[in-house]
């Protein structure tokens, strides 16, 4: 079975390296030399961020097992982080408008490098106590660094269009690359050298430290007004990324128990490094998409979110067609090598997701108030994901996955609801002008 992943990891690695050295200067945008410079500071603190993320990522569920929690309890630590994203979240977007955006990425990496020295400790309370800083951190992660982002880039008076390189670029290395050398660091920690399940936390604790001297020492401060109000457009397009991001979180918990059903031996930092390199290759396909004024991205996220909900159906048609052998330990069944395929389409579908997303964020959402308005969108996410995991020992795997792709197609249909009102809305904007050119024509006076 191992030659099963390096094959899939290698024609992965080659269809990133083929879309990325075949790009043409039709898939690039002419940029400014400030504007790089600009962007590649911002790159390497969100690659540093995200890095100190990544490194968690495979070893929380291992960890909490390692110390003797069941399914049961392990679900109820990662409920305690979503809850108090849920919680938190839109008290720190909104104080991250008022106080300031860079002061609140500082406190992203302060909390989170709390949360990190909280697993050093077998107890379930303190294991509590980390998983709610590690979601006040999560909240100020997905909404402190764009928003700051996109408020500096309009400060500086650099072209809309260039904020979608930015953001491709983003997730092709923070979700992406920092993501696989997270993955392949952390299985050298704990595998080859033997440090334990807690060491990759205390590398994300030194990534979060170097990224947070660079915040303090490079970036400016800027802020919002959280009383902006939202129009019809944001709350649709909050309402599908929140239910696509639900499903997306839920799937975090799931993959470790589903390609290891009855305890077989699987490299959890090289399927997490094989995740992330599919997540990259949809981000590289992204960049083309946005590079280009057509497809709209309103338009070919339905086709993903469609995608990824077939994708996430895979575990469940499996479960009826492949019986499970019941045999204990040993390598990844056959079934499971189906469902890695499945899992590699869907993060591929994340890929394409995270950037297309903040492109749509930066359209629709009113700057002065984005942290605020971000997490507020936030929380049906971890409503949604708290009731899965909180059921998590009552539901069936294969419901819990039939939940998620339900929701994916929901967004799917959300989706192409925002497309309709957004092509309404230009529609009447431009009879508005037109009518007002007419009026101005009759009416020398005017």
Not at 185 to 213: E, H, K, T, Y
Not at 283 to 298: C, F, G, M, T, Y
Request: net charge neutral; charged share 15%.
């Amino acid at each position: 079975m191992e030659a099963f992943f390096f094959l899939v990891f290698g024609a992965l690695a080659t269809l990133v390296a083929g879309l990325e050295l075949s790009k043409t200067s039709k898939d690039r945008i002419n940029t400014s030399s400030a504007f790089n410079s600009f962007k590649n500071n911002y790159l390497l603190v969100y690659s540093l961020m995200m890095a100190g993320d990544w490194l968690q990522g495979p070893y929380v569920y291992y960890l909490y097992s390692h110390y003797g929690f069941g399914k049961g309890e392990i679900g109820q630590l990662f409920i305690a982080g979503f809850g108090s994203s849920m919680l938190f979240g839109t008290i720190v977007g909104s104080l991250a408008d008022k106080k300031g955006r860079k002061r609140a990425c500082v406190t992203y990496c302060i909390t989170y490098i709390l949360s990190c020295i909280t697993k050093h400790s077998p107890q379930y309370k303190v294991l509590v106590l980390g998983r709610v800083l590690g979601g006040i951190a999560t909240s100020l992660l997905f909404s402190a660094f764009e928003s700051w982002l996109v408020a500096e880039h309009n400060k500086r008076g650099f072209e809309q269009q260039w904020l979608s390189i930015t953001f491709s670029k983003a997730i092709f290395l923070g979700n992406g690359l920092m993501a696989i050398l997270s993955g392949l660091f952390g299985n050298v920690l704990v595998d080859s050298l033997q440090l334990g399940p807690v060491a990759p936390f205390d590398a994300a604790s030194c990534f979060l430290a170097i990224g947070m001297i660079v915040i303090l020492s490079t970036w400016t401060e800027n802020y919002g007004d959280p009383s902006e109000n939202k129009d019809l457009l944001t709350q649709f397009r909050g309402a599908a990324a929140a239910i696509a991001a639900g499903s997306m979180y839920t799937f975090v918990f799931l993959w470790t128990p589903a390609l290891s059903p009855n305890d077989e031996d699987i490299p959890h930092g090289f399927i997490f490094a094989t995740f992330m390199l599919s997540s990259m290759l949809g981000s590289s396909i992204a960049s083309r998409l946005l590079a280009h004024p057509n497809p709209k991205v309103e338009s070919y996220m339905q086709i993903v979110f469609l995608i990824s909900s077939a994708a996430l159906m895979l575990p469940v048609v499996t479960n009826f067609l492949v019986p499970p052998s019941g045999v204990k330990g040993g390598g990844i069944s056959f079934s499971g090598c189906i469902q890695l395929i499945g899992f590699c389409t869907f993060e591929a579908c994340v890929g394409i997701f995270w950037p297309s997303i903040m492109k749509m964020r930066s359209q629709y959402i009113p700057e002065e108030a984005r942290s605020t308005i971000m997490n507020f969108f936030r929380i049906p996410l971890n409503i949604f994901v708290c009731i899965a995991l909180y059921n998590v020992k009552a539901l069936p795997m294969t419901v819990m996955f039939g939940m998620c792709s339900l929701f994916l197609f929901v967004a799917s249909m959300l989706q192409r609801r925002l497309m309709m009102i957004a092509e309404i809305h230009k529609s009447r904007s431009q009879d508005w002008t037109g009518m007002r050119e007419i009026d101005t024509e009759a009416d020398p006076l005017t």
